[in-house]
Structure formats: structure tokens, C-alpha cells
């Protein structure tokens, strides 16, 4: 176990570059399981997900060679149809293996999927489509496993999400290129990482097109082959560290970036003060003084994202008024609220009152029982202050590294394992902004 110790009121300055998408590393690597070619995948992120992942796709028989950032994959012949329950439990997109072991096996036996406990997840969404693509499926309750067969193969499907799922949506599209005939999925996600996992697959030799924003078709084809792919740099990274830039009055350059799919986090910046300036080969964030406050409700694509609501609510100390953040997408996306308090945020949460919430809330509300708070208000500015913190989950830990670089004094966060899950050498990179930062072995404190 590892903890990190950060001297915060540093300005971060200089220049950074963004790794690999998180969130398409690991589904394009499942990808690269339904053909017996080899795929060849550059710009991946050396995180811990993704080497869980490396791990289940060796225990299933694929040989996995990494050099630097670029990862060879190839999945002659499945020797297994089970997924490691150890494995599973770490990481949530465990259970997309469903997909290539489904087409080319006939069956799979996959564990509840694991991964940051931010709400209850479930699969039943897709589940349900595999349902209708043929697939017979069976949760043991003994032993934890979804046992799923399609011993006729998968087929062709119309199918419609009842809500928005991304993972969902790819776990159907991974089903459908290989199944017999043509499947039209309608309200699916449109995250720009759904795109990029079909630009791989159709460059694998599957045929699939966006006919609208919400509607995907794909024509199954009897084999894929192997492809060469890049990945493109992580949106989520990139919120980090404008955030970084901001909340410490610095001036962060990040390169080789676009403002494509974090529009709604620059027009928010622009409407609270944040600074930023758009170049050819980058975008430069800046503080250039006070913050006004904001209200944002989270949500799927082209909305303000999830992932970015802890970074924001930081951000939101600093500014001048009340800030109010309501979450859709997860119920129990708040974990970070009470160690932020302990760094002196002034975070009140909240249920705001919501005409129709099943229709509201993209998460099954009928499950939440009132457990959870959904929005929160910040008052601003304030001025952070070190403490002793826990990180929870990958982003809340995000956030509590944010807060602790802006705040003053001494701060310690445990559970830096969760960082570890989706930013690689996170405290290295900070430090070459001019943080102070250092990663320390509990025993050695």
C-alpha cells in the first residue's frame, strides 16, 4: 500500500501530454479478441485496468506482448470460457468478454463485474440484448457467474435501450459483427469512444455505420482479420489537468489535443472565468483571475460528463458563490464529498425535487431507495487547506489530488491504487509541473 504526500499552493506550469483513452484502451482490447489475427494497438496507457485486462485475455488462452505503449494481441483459440472471478472483481468492462467468447465459442461464464463502486452498474441492459440475439443466459446466485450460451450462434437484431449505456451499447456492437444478419441498435451511446472502438473494428473488416447520433447499424460478417490502430488521447486526463492548471493559478499547456468531446467542459470554463486559448498543436489553460459560479447537471454525451463533476466541484471552491452540481448518471458519484470537506470545501449535498425522475435519472432510480444524494452545492471561494484524505474510486481520487495541490500545508491520500487504475505515473507528471508530490510506502511514513 501506497500513499501520497502533497505540499499544495504550488502554480503548475510547463507543458504535458495526454496518454491513451482509458475508456477505449480497454475496449479495444476486447476487440482484438474476435479475430485468431494479430491487432497491434499504440498510444495505450500502462494502467493497472489495463493490465488486468492484459491478464484475463492470457488466462483465456491470448498471447499479449507490450513494448513501450504499443500492445500486439492475439487470441489464436480460446483455451478457457471463464473469466477469473479475482480478475473480474477488479474491473468492470470484464464482463464485455462476453462478446468474443459468445461469437467465436458458443458460450462464456463471467463473474458480476467489478470496478469503482459509484453505484449499482447492472448489466441487465445488456443482458437483455444478448437475450434477443439468441444468447441463453442464466445467473447463479451460488456461485456469483452469468452462464451464457449460443450454441446456434448470435443473431441479428433490432434492439433499443431503454437508457443510455456506453458500455452497453459496445458490449452489443462486439456481439453483433460477427452475428448473422443486420443489427440496428437505436438509442445508442454516441460517445466519441464508441466511435473510436468501431473505427477499429471496421478497420478489422466489420461493417458498421452511425447511421444517426443515436442509431448504429451493423451488417454481421462471417470473419474479422487483424488492423494497426492509435488511440486517441483521454478527455478525462485532460479535465485533470486543466483543472490543475486552474485551481492553482498556473498555466498548463497540454499538446496534441482537440476540443472535440470536451466542448461542454470549455463553455462551462468560459462562463465561470477559467482561461484557455485553443493552438494547432494544443490547448493552453490559464488562470486569469476570480471565478464566477456555476450550475451543471451531469450527462450522456454531448453532455457534461461524470467523470468531470469532482474535478468541477474543486474547481467551484474557488469560485465566488454558490455552485450547484446535479448528478444523472450515477447514483453515488459524491464519495469524494466528506474528504473534501476535510480540505476545507464547503460542499452541502442534496435531492433536488425532479419532475419524472425515471425519465431524469439515467440510473435505475427504483433501485436507489433514497440512499444516496443525486446533486450538490458548493460555496466559494474558500480557502483549502491540507488533512489526511481517502481516495474511494479512480475520479474521486482525482479530485482529492486536485483539491490537495490548491490547498495549503501538508495534505496525505491513501488509496493510491485507485489512481493507479486510469492515470499513469500521475504523481510524476504533476511534479514536472512544479507540484509537490512525492509517492511513499505506508510502512515507510
Known amino acids: 500500500m501506497e500513499k501520497l504526500i502533497i505540499k499544495g499552493g504550488k502554480k503548475l506550469k510547463g507543458e504535458v501530454s495526454i496518454l491513451g483513452s482509458k475508456n477505449v484502451a ?3 482490447l476486447v476487440a ?13 496507457p500502462i494502467i493497472s485496468d489495463f493490465m488486468t485486462m492484459v491478464h484475463i485475455i492470457e488466462h483465456l488462452g491470448g498471447e499479449v506482448k507490450l513494448r513501450d505503449h504499443t500492445v500486439s494481441i492475439r487470441l489464436k483459440k480460446f483455451s478457457s470460457e471463464k473469466i477469473s472471478l479475482i480478475e473480474a472483481a477488479e474491473i468492470r468492462t470484464s464482463y464485455m468478454f462476453l462478446a468474443p467468447l459468445l461469437a467465436r465459442v458458443g458460450q462464456a461464464v463471467i463473474p458480476n463485474p467489478g470496478g469503482c463502486r459509484i453505484g449499482a452498474r447492472p448489466i441487465d441492459r445488456i443482458i437483455d440484448g444478448l437475450k434477443k440475439m439468441g444468447v441463453r443466459v442464466k445467473y447463479d446466485s451460488n456461485d456469483g457467474y452469468f452462464h451464457a450460451i449460443s450454441s446456434r450462434g448470435l443473431n441479428a437484431v433490432t434492439y433499443k435501450f431503454e437508457k443510455n449505456t456506453h458500455t452497453g451499447t459496445e458490449t452489443m ?6 452475428a448473422k444478419g443486420k443489427t440496428i441498435l437505436e438509442n445508442a451511446a454516441q460517445e466519441p469512444e464508441v466511435d473510436e472502438l468501431i473505427g477499429l473494428l471496421n478497420r478489422m473488416g466489420a461493417k458498421i ?3 444517426k447520433d443515436r442509431r448504429i447499424i451493423i451488417e454481421g460478417v462471417e470473419k474479422l482479420h487483424g488492423a494497426r490502430f492509435k488511440i486517441v488521447p483521454d478527455r478525462n486526463e485532460v479535465v485533470t489537468f486543466a483543472v490543475a492548471a486552474i485551481i492553482t ?8 489535443i482537440k476540443k472535440r468531446g470536451i466542448e461542454e467542459f470549455l463553455e462551462l470554463l468560459k462562463e465561470c472565468g477559467g482561461g484557455f486559448e485553443e493552438k494547432s498543436n494544443g490547448i493552453r489553460f490559464f488562470y486569469k483571475g476570480p471565478l464566477s459560479a456555476t450550475s451543471v447537471v451531469t450527462g450522456f454525451y454531448p453532455g457534461f460528463m461524470t467523470d468531470w463533476q469532482g474535478p468541477w466541484a474543486v474547481l467551484m471552491t474557488k469560485a465566488d458563490g454558490e455552485s450547484v452540481i446535479h448528478e444523472t448518471v450515477y447514483e453515488n458519484r459524491f464519495t469524494y464529498s466528506e474528504d473534501l470537506k476535510k480540505l476545507g470545501g464547503q460542499i452541502e449535498l442534496y435531492n433536488p425535487v425532479v419532475k419524472n425522475p425515471n425519465d431524469f435519472y439515467n440510473f435505475n432510480i427504483k433501485d436507489d431507495n433514497g440512499k444516496n444524494f443525486h446533486a450538490a452545492k458548493i460555496h466559494g471561494p474558500v480557502n483549502l487547506h491540507n488533512g489526511i484524505v481517502d481516495m474511494t474510486d479512480l475520479r474521486a481520487g482525482a479530485t482529492l489530488v486536485l483539491a490537495a495541490l490548491a490547498g495549503s500545508g501538508e495534505s496525505v491520500l491513501f488509496g493510491v491504487e485507485h489512481l493507479d487504475r486510469g492515470y499513469e505515473q500521475f504523481d510524476k507528471r504533476l511534479k514536472s509541473l512544479g507540484a509537490s508530490i512525492k509517492r511513499v510506502k505506508e510502512e515507510n511514513i
Not at 32 to 44: F, P, Q, R, Y
Not at 173 to 178: N, Y
Not at 249 to 256: A, M, P, Q, T, V
Open 249 to 256: 493559478e498556473g498555466d498548463i499547456f497540454i499538446k496534441d
Open 173 to 178: 456492437i462486439l456481439a453483433a459483427v460477427l
Open 26 to 28: 480497454l475496449k479495444v
Open 32 to 44: 482484438a479478441c474476435l479475430t485468431s489475427d494479430e491487432v497491434i494497438v499504440e498510444n495505450v
Open 209 to 211: 455505420v452511425r447511421e
